[in-house]
């Protein structure tokens, strides 16, 4: 396999697996785990606190804990986040008790694919696919309480030369050393039959405007491109970015020799988030039959001393398409999906969940997604940004409970 870069870092030695981290690098981590400056956990004693609301029909929920929380909170999830063994309600929340309609929708109207926020300061940022906003290559908006958002942005106002417009997808941003990165999906020029591959872009705040980089960041040619990146810190603060080969693109386009089987794979970034460093590897393939052949939008996290991994199973759009979590033995894997059922699947709220990405607060972990699967070739409803709260019991990742819709911050 070759990436396109070429001013990529040489091979370094394997990244050793996590043991029981130091107190200074969990810390770190903590701070750090889905690679934005993230609070610890308030007062949980009472469960629950708060929940970003579904729009009109809720109350929407304050960020401010994000600034408020204190330091010895943050020193808590810090210790908690990556130290095995240490119980909280902030990791332990109640299970849902709707699990047909486990969701509650935080953006609607648009089609929203692929969500994903990153939070800083007091302020959330709310990044998603173009979808049907024609015209806006990622969309951004903003909000100080979640529900209230702000008008639509381009993070990335000026596609690099070798983009093809109309088709930018899966945003992730990340904070580096000097601002911001921005990773992105898009269709190449020029290429036939057509191929897509991760890009790369820089700023000095989260709205961007975004520059990006002439060449792609990631192009495996030979599995058929490289789509949805997402970037995330490991226990020693080291910044990674995963991503899935896109083997399963155009299946009517012949393919000799080639399974069609997808991976994510992973690989380490230099602290700017510029250039990768030592070499990619295979981190998780289809393990179980409802993923069918593909695996797709990844999401790593590191909780109390263990490496999860969030992704879509089978067709994009399909009903059987669903959100799965497989267990890592460390950032550069390997992973395996301990169950032989989606952990999200279709339910009343839509058929085909899927696309996720994680968020924290000083609530709790969440997760991001898309309620129903893409239609395409036909019309696709517009797609919501739907959120749940997330706990990491001896079992492993469930869903918790949603707090009542007049609850607030």
């Given at each position: 396999?070759?990436?396109?870069?070429?001013?990529?870092?040489?091979?370094?030695?394997?990244?050793?697996?996590?043991?029981?981290?130091?107190?200074?690098?969990?810390?770190?981590?903590?701070?750090?785990?889905?690679?934005?400056?993230?609070?610890?956990?308030?007062?949980?004693?009472?469960?629950?606190?708060?929940?970003?609301?579904?729009?009109?029909?809720?109350?929407?929920?304050?960020?401010?804990?994000?600034?408020?929380?204190?330091?010895?909170?943050?020193?808590?999830?810090?210790?908690?986040?990556?130290?095995?063994?240490?119980?909280?309600?902030?990791?332990?929340?109640?299970?849902?008790?709707?699990?047909?309609?486990?969701?509650?929708?935080?953006?609607?109207?648009?089609?929203?694919?692929?969500?994903?926020?990153?939070?800083?300061?007091?302020?959330?940022?709310?990044?998603?696919?173009?979808?049907?906003?024609?015209?806006?290559?990622?969309?951004?908006?903003?909000?100080?309480?979640?529900?209230?958002?702000?008008?639509?942005?381009?993070?990335?106002?000026?596609?690099?030369?070798?983009?093809?417009?109309?088709?930018?997808?899966?945003?992730?941003?990340?904070?580096?050393?000097?601002?911001?990165?921005?990773?992105?999906?898009?269709?190449?020029?020029?290429?036939?039959?057509?191929?897509?591959?991760?890009?790369?872009?820089?700023?000095?705040?989260?709205?961007?405007?975004?520059?990006?980089?002439?060449?792609?960041?990631?192009?495996?040619?030979?599995?058929?491109?490289?789509?949805?990146?997402?970037?995330?810190?490991?226990?020693?603060?080291?910044?990674?970015?995963?991503?899935?080969?896109?083997?399963?693109?155009?299946?009517?386009?012949?393919?000799?020799?080639?399974?069609?089987?997808?991976k994510i794979w992973a690989e380490r970034l230099s602290?700017?988030?510029?250039?990768?460093?030592?070499?990619?590897?295979?981190?998780?393939?289809?393990?179980?039959?409802?993923?069918?052949?593909?695996?797709?939008?990844?999401?790593?996290?590191?909780?109390?001393?263990?490496?999860?991994?969030?992704?879509?199973?089978?067709?994009?759009?399909?009903?059987?398409?669903?959100?799965?979590?497989?267990?890592?033995?460390?950032?550069?894997?390997?992973?395996?999906?301990?169950?032989?059922?989606?952990?999200?699947?279709?339910?009343?709220?839509?058929?085909?969940?899927?696309?996720?990405?994680?968020?924290?607060?000083?609530?709790?972990?969440?997760?991001?997604?898309?309620?129903?699967?893409?239609?395409?070739?036909?019309?696709?409803?517009?797609?919501?940004?739907?959120?749940?709260?997330?706990?990491?019991?001896?079992?492993?990742?469930?869903?918790?409970?949603?707090?009542?819709?007049?609850?607030?911050?």
């Amino acid at each position: 396999m070759k990436l396109s870069r070429l001013d990529r870092g040489r091979s370094l030695s394997p990244f050793p697996r996590i043991a029981i981290p130091s107190i200074a690098v969990a810390l770190v981590a903590a701070l750090s785990v889905f690679t934005l400056a993230a609070a610890g956990p308030a007062n949980h004693a009472s469960g629950e606190q708060a929940l970003p609301s579904s729009g009109s029909s809720t109350r929407p929920v304050d960020l401010g804990g994000f600034a408020r929380s204190s330091a010895s909170s943050v020193v808590a999830a810090a210790l908690a986040a990556s130290l095995p063994g240490v119980p909280s309600r902030y990791f332990e929340p109640p299970p849902t008790t709707h699990p047909d309609a486990p969701g509650r929708f935080i953006l609607t109207g648009a089609d929203l694919p692929d969500p994903f926020m990153l939070v800083t300061g007091n302020t959330a940022y709310l990044y998603t696919s173009e979808g049907n906003q024609a015209g806006v290559n990622v969309p951004v908006r903003s909000a100080t309480v979640i529900g209230h958002w702000g008008p639509v942005h381009d993070a990335l106002p000026d596609l690099p030369p070798w983009a093809t417009p109309g088709f930018t997808w899966a945003p992730d941003v990340v904070a580096v050393a000097g601002g911001y990165a921005l990773y992105f999906t898009a269709v190449v020029n020029g290429i036939s039959p057509s191929m897509e591959c991760i890009g790369d872009a820089f700023a000095t705040s989260p709205m961007g405007p975004f520059k990006a980089a002439d060449q792609p960041f990631i192009c495996q040619a030979d599995l058929r491109g490289s789509i949805d990146p997402r970037a995330f810190l490991d226990a020693n603060g080291q910044l990674w970015l995963d991503w899935k080969s896109d083997d399963n693109a155009d299946p009517n386009t012949p393919w000799p020799g080639h399974s069609r089987i997808t991976k994510i794979w992973a690989e380490r970034l230099s602290p700017g988030g510029h250039h990768l460093i030592g070499t990619a590897v295979e981190i998780f393939h289809p393990d179980e039959a409802w993923q069918g052949t593909i695996v797709e939008a990844p999401q790593m996290v590191l909780v109390q001393g263990h490496y999860w991994l969030f992704f879509s199973g089978n067709w994009f759009n399909q009903p059987s398409y669903a959100i799965g979590v497989a267990s890592c033995s460390g950032p550069d894997g390997p992973c395996e999906d301990p169950d032989p059922t989606p952990w999200l699947s279709s339910n009343s709220q839509g058929q085909g969940p899927g696309e996720p990405s994680l968020v924290r607060d000083s609530t709790g972990i969440w997760l991001l997604y898309n309620p129903w699967a893409s239609r395409v070739p036909h019309p696709t409803p517009p797609r919501p940004v739907a959120m749940v709260r997330v706990g990491f019991g001896p079992q492993g990742p469930y869903i918790g409970r949603r707090p009542p819709e007049n609850l607030s911050a």
